[in-house]
T-cell receptor, first 115, second 110 residues
Framework: GAGVSQSPRYKVAKRGQDVALRCDPISGHVSLFWYQQALGQGPEFLTY????????KSGLPSDRFFAERPEGSVSTLKIQRTQQEDSAVYLCASSLVPGQGEEQYFGPGTRLTVT | RKEVEQDPGPFNVPEGATVAFNCTYS??????FFWYRQDCRKEPKLLMSVYSSGNEDGRFTAQLNRASQYISLLIRDSKLSDSATYLCVSRNSGNTPLVFGKGTRLSVIA
């Protein structure tokens, strides 16, 4: 079956531009996570949704980062006024049932380069 | 100090060798532990969960020591296809976010 998909796969933005990254989770998955992976580092948590509710946004690095999941399926991560330090791979993961330790399935990521 | 620490490597080993990776975690509230594998420019994929009793999956053995807050992964009879970055991961409870180490890079050489 279809896994988690993300688009675009690659994005080059000039410093100061706004970007929007999309995540399509596995159909029926309730939980959705965004992670940021800088070069040579492990992924770091950004934010978590359960259906359409954003339950944890403690990992968002600044108020330039905003995420939404209005209908409880597709999610968008928006970064306003991009800076060079935002260059990273943005990974989306989904899992089936909250509270039962279900495996998180990762999408291929969006590689963002800010020039 | 990062919550999950692991030696970044690289570990360069010949085919057929046994290699061990270690990892420590600092959050005593962590309840679940995993090893993920990440190939170059690909997403992380679950390799195996880690239990206190130890668990084995083919050539891979994982072990958890809660008293020492220490996790290990042993790979026996290394194959060229085992070359990847291995990420040590913890989770506090339920469906909470995963906490990743930096990863340990393994290269298996013919």
């Amino acid at each position: 079956g279809a896994g988690v998909s993300q688009s675009p796969r690659y994005k080059v933005a000039k410093r100061g531009q706004d970007v929007a990254l999309r995540c399509d989770p596995i159909s029926g998955h309730v939980s959705l996570f965004w992670y940021q992976q800088a070069l040579g580092q492990g992924p770091e948590f950004l934010t978590y949704f359960q259906n359409e509710a954003q339950l944890d946004k403690s990992g968002l690095p600044s108020d330039r980062f905003f995420a939404e999941r209005p209908e409880g399926s597709v999610s968008t991560l928006k970064i306003q006024r991009t800076q060079q330090e935002d260059s990273a791979v943005y990974l989306c993961a989904s899992s089936l049932v909250p509270g039962q330790g279900e495996e998180q399935y990762f999408g291929p990521g969006t590689r963002l380069t800010v020039t | 100090r990062k919550e999950v620490e692991q030696d970044p490597g690289p570990f360069n080993v010949p085919e057929g060798a046994t290699v061990a990776f270690n990892c420590t975690y600092s959050n005593s509230a962590s309840q679940s532990f995993f090893w993920y594998r990440q190939d170059c420019r690909k997403e992380p994929k679950l390799l195996m969960s880690v239990y206190s009793s130890g668990n084995e999956d083919g050539r891979f053995t994982a072990q958890l020591n809660r008293a020492s807050q220490y996790i290990s992964l042993l790979i026996r009879d290394s194959k060229l296809s085992d070359s990847a970055t291995y990420l040590c991961v913890s989770r506090n409870s339920g469906n909470t976010p995963l906490v990743f180490g930096k990863g340990t890079r393994l290269s298996v050489i013919a």
